[in-house]
Nanobody, 120 residues
């Protein structure tokens, strides 16, 4: 199983980034997926989840209305469009397989992460 995140970087407040997660080694189309983030010195925070078909999506209150999760089952790819970024969004962002549509899954199900830094 491999989850490879990309698309992170540094952006000014109010800017946008699009994260992607390339999945392999498992049947992507039958698994719900999630994004988690972890800021320095803090515990992991659940960000957003999507069901296996892409029909249902859920967001943490802190990102609702600014972030959009999506998936392409033909390409085995999970995405996170992040708009109106704030300094408090700065964190390492991970994609993960999940058995539930909210909450942080076990660390063994996460990818390697991509850094997002929001700073002026």
């Amino acid at each position: 199983v491999q989850l490879m995140e990309s698309g992170g970087g540094m952006v000014q407040p109010g800017g946008s980034l699009r994260l992607s997660c390339a999945a392999s080694g498992f049947t992507f189309s039958i698994r719900a997926m999630t994004w988690i983030r972890q800021a320095p010195g803090k515990g992991p925070e659940w960000v957003s989840s999507i069901d296996n078909t892409g029909s249902l999506s859920y967001y943490a209150h802190s990102v609702e209305g600014r972030f959009t999760i999506s998936r392409d089952n033909a390409e085995n790819t999970l995405n996170l469009q992040m708009n109106n970024l704030k300094p408090e969004d700065t964190a390492l962002y991970y994609c993960a397989r999940t058995l539930t549509l909210t909450g942080v899954p076990p660390r063994s199900l996460w990818g390697q992460g991509t850094q997002v830094t929001v700073s002026s």
